[in-house]
Protein backbone atom coordinates (compact mmCIF):
# COMPACT_ATOMS: atom_id res chain seq x y z
CA UNK A 1 0.00 0.00 0.00
CA UNK A 2 1.31 3.65 -0.90
CA UNK A 3 0.97 6.45 1.29
CA UNK A 4 0.66 10.04 0.56
CA UNK A 5 3.66 12.92 0.71
CA UNK A 6 1.95 14.51 3.14
CA UNK A 7 0.79 11.20 5.44
CA UNK A 8 5.05 10.46 5.23
CA UNK A 9 5.89 14.29 6.37
CA UNK A 10 3.55 13.49 9.44
CA UNK A 11 5.56 10.68 10.50
CA UNK A 12 8.83 12.55 10.68
CA UNK A 13 7.28 14.79 13.79
CA UNK A 14 10.18 12.69 16.44
CA UNK A 15 13.36 13.59 14.35
CA UNK A 16 15.98 15.09 16.41
CA UNK A 17 17.88 18.65 16.07
CA UNK A 18 15.47 22.47 15.57
CA UNK A 19 13.90 21.60 12.42
CA UNK A 20 12.53 18.38 12.16
CA UNK A 21 10.02 18.85 9.57
CA UNK A 22 12.73 20.96 6.84
CA UNK A 23 14.93 18.03 7.53
CA UNK A 24 11.52 15.27 6.50
CA UNK A 25 11.20 17.68 3.67
CA UNK A 26 14.56 17.54 2.29
CA UNK A 27 14.72 14.09 2.74
CA UNK A 28 11.74 13.15 1.07
CA UNK A 29 12.33 15.65 -1.80
CA UNK A 30 15.77 14.09 -1.96
CA UNK A 31 13.96 10.30 -2.32
CA UNK A 32 11.48 11.91 -5.06
CA UNK A 33 13.78 14.26 -6.91
CA UNK A 34 11.70 17.01 -6.47
CA UNK A 35 11.88 20.35 -4.72
CA UNK A 36 10.40 20.92 -1.70
CA UNK A 37 8.00 23.08 -2.93
CA UNK A 38 6.71 20.31 -4.81
CA UNK A 39 5.79 18.64 -1.80
CA UNK A 40 3.84 21.83 -0.53
CA UNK A 41 1.93 21.71 -4.03
CA UNK A 42 0.99 18.39 -4.05
CA UNK A 43 0.46 17.55 -0.41
CA UNK A 44 -1.85 13.79 -2.28
CA UNK A 45 0.61 12.84 -3.81
CA UNK A 46 0.71 8.90 -3.05
CA UNK A 47 4.03 7.21 -2.75
CA UNK A 48 5.03 4.33 -3.87
CA UNK A 49 6.34 1.40 -1.56
CA UNK A 50 10.35 1.11 -2.71
CA UNK A 51 10.49 4.68 -2.72
CA UNK A 52 8.34 5.23 0.77
CA UNK A 53 11.01 2.36 2.24
CA UNK A 54 13.65 4.29 1.17
CA UNK A 55 12.70 7.54 2.91
CA UNK A 56 11.73 5.73 6.01
CA UNK A 57 15.29 4.47 5.85
CA UNK A 58 16.49 7.77 6.09
CA UNK A 59 14.43 9.03 8.70
CA UNK A 60 15.70 6.20 10.97
CA UNK A 61 19.12 7.33 9.60
CA UNK A 62 18.10 11.15 11.28
CA UNK A 63 16.26 9.57 14.09
CA UNK A 64 19.91 8.26 14.88
CA UNK A 65 21.32 12.03 14.34
CA UNK A 66 23.16 11.50 11.36
CA UNK A 67 23.58 14.63 9.55
CA UNK A 68 21.16 15.18 6.44
CA UNK A 69 23.78 16.56 4.24
CA UNK A 70 25.37 13.20 4.71
CA UNK A 71 22.33 11.48 4.05
CA UNK A 72 21.34 12.85 0.76
CA UNK A 73 25.65 13.55 0.34
CA UNK A 74 24.92 17.78 -0.73
CA UNK A 75 25.10 20.93 0.89
CA UNK A 76 24.27 24.54 -0.46
CA UNK A 77 27.03 26.72 0.58
CA UNK A 78 27.68 30.61 -1.25
CA UNK A 79 24.17 29.20 -3.32
CA UNK A 80 26.55 26.20 -4.83
CA UNK A 81 25.12 23.22 -4.20
CA UNK A 82 28.69 20.82 -3.12
CA UNK A 83 28.91 17.33 -2.53
CA UNK A 84 29.53 16.27 0.68
CA UNK A 85 31.05 13.01 2.48
CA UNK A 86 31.70 11.90 5.87
CA UNK A 87 35.38 12.78 4.74
CA UNK A 88 34.93 16.27 4.95
CA UNK A 89 33.41 18.78 7.30
CA UNK A 90 29.60 20.11 6.71
CA UNK A 91 30.08 23.28 5.37
CA UNK A 92 28.18 25.99 7.82
CA UNK A 93 26.63 29.24 7.17
CA UNK A 94 29.35 31.11 9.58
CA UNK A 95 31.85 29.81 6.80
CA UNK A 96 30.21 32.30 4.34
CA UNK A 97 31.54 35.16 6.98
CA UNK A 98 35.24 33.96 5.61
CA UNK A 99 34.56 34.32 2.11
CA UNK A 100 32.79 37.76 2.76
CA UNK A 101 36.16 39.19 4.23
CA UNK A 102 38.14 37.63 1.67
CA UNK A 103 36.29 39.38 -1.12
CA UNK A 104 36.13 42.72 0.70
CA UNK A 105 40.52 42.79 0.61
CA UNK A 106 42.16 45.20 -1.54
CA UNK A 107 43.44 42.70 -4.04
CA UNK A 108 44.19 42.29 -7.46
CA UNK A 109 42.33 41.12 -10.09
CA UNK A 110 44.51 38.25 -10.97
CA UNK A 111 45.52 37.50 -7.09
CA UNK A 112 47.44 34.66 -6.25
CA UNK A 113 45.18 32.38 -3.16
CA UNK A 114 45.22 29.35 -1.36
CA UNK A 115 42.45 27.91 0.89
CA UNK A 116 44.14 25.77 3.65
CA UNK A 117 42.14 22.61 4.82
CA UNK A 118 39.63 22.81 1.76
CA UNK A 119 37.90 20.09 2.62
CA UNK A 120 34.58 19.79 -0.08
CA UNK A 121 36.04 23.21 -1.32
CA UNK A 122 33.77 25.27 -0.30
CA UNK A 123 35.52 28.39 -0.01
CA UNK A 124 37.61 27.94 -2.49
CA UNK A 125 34.95 27.45 -4.85
CA UNK A 126 32.80 30.34 -3.55
CA UNK A 127 35.96 32.74 -4.33
CA UNK A 128 36.29 31.31 -7.88
CA UNK A 129 32.77 32.25 -8.69
CA UNK A 130 32.90 35.64 -7.26
CA UNK A 131 36.48 36.33 -8.90
CA UNK A 132 37.24 34.40 -12.34
CA UNK A 133 40.22 36.48 -12.63
CA UNK A 134 41.98 35.01 -9.20
CA UNK A 135 44.38 32.02 -9.59
CA UNK A 136 43.17 29.68 -6.48
CA UNK A 137 44.88 26.74 -5.03
CA UNK A 138 42.71 24.61 -2.48
CA UNK A 139 45.02 21.91 -0.69
CA UNK A 140 44.19 19.33 2.16
CA UNK A 141 46.22 16.86 3.90
CA UNK A 142 43.19 14.01 3.39
CA UNK A 143 43.10 12.24 -0.08
CA UNK A 144 39.22 11.81 0.23
CA UNK A 145 38.32 15.59 0.65
CA UNK A 146 41.09 16.31 -2.27
CA UNK A 147 38.88 13.92 -5.10
CA UNK A 148 35.56 15.41 -3.31
CA UNK A 149 36.67 19.10 -3.83
CA UNK A 150 37.71 18.15 -7.10
CA UNK A 151 34.76 16.80 -7.79
CA UNK A 152 33.01 19.41 -6.50
CA UNK A 153 35.21 21.68 -8.80
CA UNK A 154 34.34 19.79 -11.58
CA UNK A 155 30.69 19.82 -11.13
CA UNK A 156 30.68 23.31 -10.97
CA UNK A 157 32.51 24.22 -13.94
CA UNK A 158 35.48 25.43 -11.85
CA UNK A 159 38.59 22.95 -12.80
CA UNK A 160 40.27 26.15 -12.30
CA UNK A 161 40.77 26.02 -8.52
CA UNK A 162 43.49 23.65 -8.66
CA UNK A 163 43.07 21.05 -5.84
CA UNK A 164 46.25 20.25 -4.65
CA UNK A 165 46.78 17.35 -1.65
CA UNK A 166 48.73 18.99 0.99
CA UNK A 167 49.57 19.15 4.31
CA UNK A 168 49.24 23.24 4.44
CA UNK A 169 51.62 25.02 2.65
CA UNK A 170 53.74 21.67 1.92
CA UNK A 171 52.78 21.39 -1.61
CA UNK A 172 51.59 24.88 -2.07
CA UNK A 173 54.73 27.36 -0.89
CA UNK A 174 53.10 30.59 -2.65
CA UNK A 175 53.85 33.16 -2.41
CA UNK A 176 50.42 34.38 -2.30
CA UNK A 177 48.24 37.43 -2.47
CA UNK A 178 45.69 35.97 -0.09
CA UNK A 179 45.91 32.62 2.16
CA UNK A 180 42.12 31.42 3.76
CA UNK A 181 41.82 28.92 5.69
CA UNK A 182 38.58 27.61 7.66
CA UNK A 183 41.17 25.13 10.19
CA UNK A 184 39.87 22.61 13.09
CA UNK A 185 39.68 24.95 15.97
CA UNK A 186 37.56 22.69 18.63
CA UNK A 187 39.22 21.88 21.89
CA UNK A 188 40.07 18.36 22.58
CA UNK A 189 37.71 17.10 25.03
CA UNK A 190 35.12 19.95 24.05
CA UNK A 191 31.50 18.52 25.09
CA UNK A 192 30.17 19.48 21.88
CA UNK A 193 32.05 17.14 19.94
CA UNK A 194 29.39 14.27 21.68
CA UNK A 195 26.55 16.46 20.36
CA UNK A 196 24.62 16.72 17.18
CA UNK A 197 26.37 16.44 13.81
CA UNK A 198 29.58 16.85 15.15
CA UNK A 199 29.52 12.73 16.41
CA UNK A 200 29.64 12.18 12.35
CA UNK A 201 32.01 14.43 11.26
CA UNK A 202 35.91 13.86 10.86
CA UNK A 203 37.78 14.44 14.33
CA UNK A 204 40.85 15.61 12.32
CA UNK A 205 38.89 18.10 10.67
CA UNK A 206 37.68 19.67 14.47
CA UNK A 207 39.82 19.18 16.65
CA UNK A 208 43.21 21.11 17.17
CA UNK A 209 44.96 20.56 20.51
CA UNK A 210 44.41 21.07 24.21
CA UNK A 211 43.37 24.76 23.65
CA UNK A 212 41.80 24.49 20.23
CA UNK A 213 43.98 26.64 18.66
CA UNK A 214 47.21 24.61 17.80
CA UNK A 215 46.35 24.40 13.90
CA UNK A 216 45.82 28.37 14.03
CA UNK A 217 48.67 28.58 15.48
CA UNK A 218 50.94 26.78 12.64
CA UNK A 219 49.23 28.71 9.89
CA UNK A 220 49.48 32.45 11.46
CA UNK A 221 53.04 31.66 12.43
CA UNK A 222 54.09 30.05 9.20
CA UNK A 223 51.89 32.61 6.43
CA UNK A 224 53.94 35.49 6.59
CA UNK A 225 56.57 33.18 4.56
CA UNK A 226 54.40 32.35 2.17
CA UNK A 227 52.37 35.83 1.40
CA UNK A 228 53.76 38.26 -0.92
CA UNK A 229 54.39 41.61 0.89
CA UNK A 230 51.46 43.40 1.62
CA UNK A 231 49.31 40.01 1.14
CA UNK A 232 46.34 39.44 3.28
CA UNK A 233 46.09 36.24 5.60
CA UNK A 234 42.01 35.81 6.72
CA UNK A 235 41.11 32.33 8.86
CA UNK A 236 37.64 31.27 10.71
CA UNK A 237 38.02 30.54 14.08
CA UNK A 238 35.50 29.54 17.74
CA UNK A 239 33.25 32.28 18.94
CA UNK A 240 35.38 32.29 22.00
CA UNK A 241 38.89 32.26 20.25
CA UNK A 242 38.93 36.19 18.49
CA UNK A 243 41.06 37.37 21.35
CA UNK A 244 43.52 34.81 21.07
CA UNK A 245 43.83 34.99 17.08
CA UNK A 246 44.00 38.14 16.99
CA UNK A 247 47.32 38.32 19.69
CA UNK A 248 48.19 35.64 17.03
CA UNK A 249 48.35 37.87 14.05
CA UNK A 250 49.77 40.60 15.92
CA UNK A 251 52.87 38.48 17.57
CA UNK A 252 53.75 37.24 14.21
CA UNK A 253 53.91 41.23 12.91
CA UNK A 254 50.72 41.33 10.95
CA UNK A 255 48.92 44.59 10.32
CA UNK A 256 45.54 45.67 10.12
CA UNK A 257 44.17 43.36 12.35
CA UNK A 258 40.79 43.18 12.54
CA UNK A 259 37.97 40.54 13.93
CA UNK A 260 34.94 39.83 12.14
CA UNK A 261 31.30 38.69 13.03
CA UNK A 262 29.37 36.09 11.51
CA UNK A 263 25.35 36.95 11.01
CA UNK A 264 24.44 35.83 14.91
CA UNK A 265 27.23 38.57 16.21
CA UNK A 266 30.14 36.46 17.65
CA UNK A 267 33.56 36.90 16.35
CA UNK A 268 34.59 34.57 13.24
CA UNK A 269 37.36 35.48 11.45
CA UNK A 270 40.15 37.43 12.04
CA UNK A 271 42.48 39.06 9.11
CA UNK A 272 45.50 40.61 8.80
CA UNK A 273 47.88 42.25 6.43
CA UNK A 274 51.49 40.87 6.26
CA UNK A 275 53.90 44.50 6.30
CA UNK A 276 55.49 45.84 2.62
CA UNK A 277 54.36 47.19 -0.22
CA UNK A 278 50.23 46.46 -0.64
CA UNK A 279 49.48 43.67 -2.61
CA UNK A 280 46.83 45.70 -4.07
CA UNK A 281 45.01 49.22 -4.02
CA UNK A 282 44.21 50.89 -0.99
CA UNK A 283 44.80 49.29 2.29
CA UNK A 284 41.97 49.65 4.65
CA UNK A 285 42.73 49.55 8.73
Do not use: K
Not at 1 to 17: F, I, K, N, Q
Not at 37 to 64: D, K
Amino acid sequence: MSATVAELLREAADLPGESPRRDAEVLLGHVLGVERSALYAFPERRVAPPLRARYRALLAARRRGEPVAYLIGRREFWSLSLCVSPAVLIPRPETECLVEVALELPLPADARVVDLGTGSGAVALALARERPGWRIVAVDCSPAAVALARRNAARLGLERVEVRESDWFAAAAGPYHLVVSNPPYVAAGDPHLAQGDLRFEPPEALVAGADGLAALREIVASAPRHLLPGGWLAVEHGADQGRAVHGLFTAAGFESVATHCDLAGRPRVTRGRRPGAAAGPGIPD
